[in-house]
């Protein structure tokens, strides 16, 4: 299959509108990351997104609508809860899980009894979403198991020859897949942080969330996962990577100490002076949303200069930072050092 790279135009939009009716998979970019998209109601379809991605069966996608009239689509109930969170951040990158209506297919929910929303921001996503006049299932346009994809070269690099269209939106915004936050318990859980974060979820709906314990912990064998996506390895480079946390002199005499061949360290600005070995910076120190907006492509550009083994400074957990250590901890495969 040949696989079209088109700016956003009124004709490029419109093609994507029209394969997506005719039930094929588009490439579309987001405030938050790149995704594939399908209509979610239509079974096929969504089955090619699981092969272009070569994705787990039960992993199940998020839903994305252009506007509220799209809800009775996709779920069956708009609690008060997801009204106030609604208002507060969409368009924006905060998926609420939902009980599922009864149109979405199966593929999406994955054997689930809820379902994933979420409204981008995007104005490509959205123009894209109106005219084709279905909510789209669109999860990353990665290959499964590697760095979700921040620009369109990034896209083509998974996914060529897998798709017959990419739509170019620049490079994204967020950088980080979205907040997914779910609403089906008796309490709010956090299931992924993202740029929406557990403070101001908690500020808006006036009650704890719970940080559910695979943002942070690795999934014991039999553990009940919340959220399916996150027991699999993720956002990973090819080298092995992994976080040492501390002052920047002591993480340069750890290195130093520990470093093999093709070792690289994955830094923050302005800190590769002091390091002993190639470096690759992934934003500000104190600006985890500039964090947030690189990392992807940093971890991507790891793999081009042919690291074999990294060392990352850790982030801040605060905030977004929340969303940045928790990518990064995935890309270590939950790998960290104290120094
Ligand atoms: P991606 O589309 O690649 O950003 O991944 C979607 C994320 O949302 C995965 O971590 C899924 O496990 C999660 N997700 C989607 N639908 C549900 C659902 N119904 N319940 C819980 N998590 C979900
Ligand atoms: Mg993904």
């Known amino acids: 299959m040949e696989t079209q790279l088109k700016q956003p135009s009124t004709q490029a939009i419109e093609q994507a509108a029209e394969l997506l009716r005719a ?9 938050t990351v790149y995704g594939i998209a399908a209509s979610a109601l239509n079974q096929q379809a969504v089955e090619k997104i699981f092969i272009a991605k070569a994705r787990p069966q039960d992993n199940p996608l998020i839903v994305h609508i252009a506007d509220r009239d799209m809800l009775p689509m996709v779920t069956s109930q708009f609690s008060s809860q997801a009204e106030k969170l609604a208002e507060a951040f969409w368009p924006g990158p905060l998926t609420m899980i939902l009980p599922r209506g009864e149109q979405v297919c199966d593929g999406v929910c994955a054997g689930l009894d809820t379902v994933a929303v979420r409204m981008p921001s995007h104005p490509v996503a959205q123009q894209i979403i109106r005219a084709s006049g279905l909510p789209l ?15 369109a070269a990034h896209v083509l690099a998974d996914m060529q020859g897998r798709l017959p269209l990419i739509v170019n939106g620049g490079e ?10 779910s609403l089906t ?18 500020e808006v709906l006036g009650v704890p969330v719970e940080l559910a314990a695979a943002v942070l912990e690795q999934l014991q064998e039999g553990q009940k996962v ?18 040492v946390k501390g002052e920047l002199g002591d993480f340069a005499r750890y290195v130093a100490e520990h470093k093999g061949p093709d070792a690289v360290c994955l830094c923050f600005d302005g800190e590769q002076e002091q390091l002993s070995l190639p470096c690759v910076a ?8 500039q964090q947030a907006q690189q990392l992807f492509a940093a971890l991507r550009r790891l793999d081009e200069i042919g690291a074999v083994q990294v060392f990352a400074r850790c982030p801040s957990m605060e905030g977004v930072g929340l969303a940045v250590y928790n990518r990064l901890l995935r890309a270590a495969g939950f790998r960290v050092v104290q120094v």
């Open 185 to 202: 318990g008796e309490r709010p859980v956090l299931l992924r942080p993202g740029a929406v974060t557990q403070q101001q979820l908690e």
């Open 226 to 243: 919340l959220s399916p996506g996150m027991k699999y390895k993720h956002y990973a480079p090819k080298a092995q990577v992994t976080i």
């Open 137 to 151: 299932a669109a999860p990353s346009a990665n290959l499964s198991g590697s760095p979700s994809p921040t620009t």
């Open 172 to 181: 994204c915004q967020v950088g980080l897949e979205s907040t997914v936050v």
């Open 282 to 289: 992934y934003g500000a120190k104190e600006d985890a949303v």
């Open 23 to 31: 039930g094929e998979i588009v490439a579309i970019p987001t405030e």
